[in-house]
């Protein structure tokens, strides 16, 4: 059975910059578009970044734009999100998610349908 787990998540001054890794198991990594949402104290999941199959199309929520890049390589079955210029609003339980559907991605949290346990970032002012 398929897992995600991440990894990379930890304390962080505002400013500051963090890499977070999802390490999957299983032969069909390279065949879904992968995802990261979050969850703040608080606060409703929300859709971070999305990346398509092979990594040429990338998908970013508005506030993450230009801040936060994600990545895969798939001979490592690893998708990556590398967060610069951390804000204490991006404190949160970060995960990966794997898409529902091998041809396309979205920012709906309903149209993935593997997640990962979480890593906790905690960015202080």
């Known amino acids: 059975q398929v897992q995600l787990v991440e990894s990379g998540g930890g304390l962080v001054q505002a400013g500051g910059s963090l890499r977070l890794s999802c390490a999957a198991s299983?032969?069909?990594?390279?065949?879904?578009?992968m995802g990261w949402f979050r969850q703040g104290p608080g606060k409703e999941r929300e859709f971070v970044a999305a990346?398509?199959?092979?990594?040429?199309?990338?998908d970013y929520a508005d506030s993450m734009k230009g801040r936060f890049t994600i990545s895969r390589d798939n001979a490592k079955n690893t998708v990556y999100l590398q967060m610069n210029s951390l804000k204490p609003e991006d404190t949160a339980v970060y995960y990966c998610?794997?898409?529902?559907?091998?041809?396309?991605?979205?920012?709906?949290?309903?149209?993935?349908?593997?997640w990962g346990q979480g890593t906790q970032v905690t960015v202080s002012s």
């Open positions: 990346i398509s199959r092979s990594g040429d199309s990338t």
């Open positions: 998610v794997r898409s529902a559907r091998s041809y396309a991605y979205s920012g709906r949290p309903d149209e993935y349908d593997l």
């Open positions: 299983g032969r069909t990594f390279s065949n879904y578009p």
